[in-house]
């Protein structure tokens, strides 16, 4: 009687074995990046082109996107650390964002971007700087 116990044990032991070593699903093809950067606001890709939405009610330029995965293109403008006037244009998807810079005694500057309240922003360049921007 022991021997059959002992056996349905090691059966059950081997099953839940199988069951624990399954293959992970497939990965999910989405056009949605994971984060956003300075290159995405230059173009519209063609599945971002299917949802493309201009509202101008509200502060962004344009929307692309479905509902908890959308991702806002807003120009702004601000300061850098010396007091510099710059201004650009972003893509933000969430909290966080990239974009670029121009100001009158700079060059593009590629930048990171997160909002810090509503219509603000704080975003620092690759060098580390770091500038205060308010959306247009």
């Not at 606001?41 to 692309?64: D, F, G, L, M, P």
């Not at 807003?74 to 974009?99: C, E, P, T």
Request: glycine fraction near 8%; proline fraction near 3%; include cysteine.
């Amino acid at each position: 009687m022991q021997q059959k116990y002992s056996i349905l044990f090691l059966l059950l032991i081997i099953i839940s074995c199988k069951k624990a070593a399954a293959p992970l699903p497939p990965e999910i093809n989405s056009f949605y990046q994971q984060a956003v950067t300075a290159e995405d606001r230059k173009t519209i890709t063609a599945e971002e082109a299917k949802t493309y939405h201009v509202n101008t009610t509200y502060q962004y330029e344009y929307r692309t996107g479905n509902p908890g995965q959308y991702e806002y293109n807003y120009d702004v403008k601000g300061i850098n650390i010396q007091g510099d006037s710059v201004h650009g244009n972003i893509n933000v998807q969430g909290k966080y964002g990239a974009g670029i810079l121009i100001g009158d005694t700079i060059a593009d500057i590629e930048i990171n971007t997160e909002w810090v309240s509503y219509g603000k922003l704080k975003a620092s360049d690759k060098k580390g700087n770091e500038y205060q921007l308010i959306v247009k």
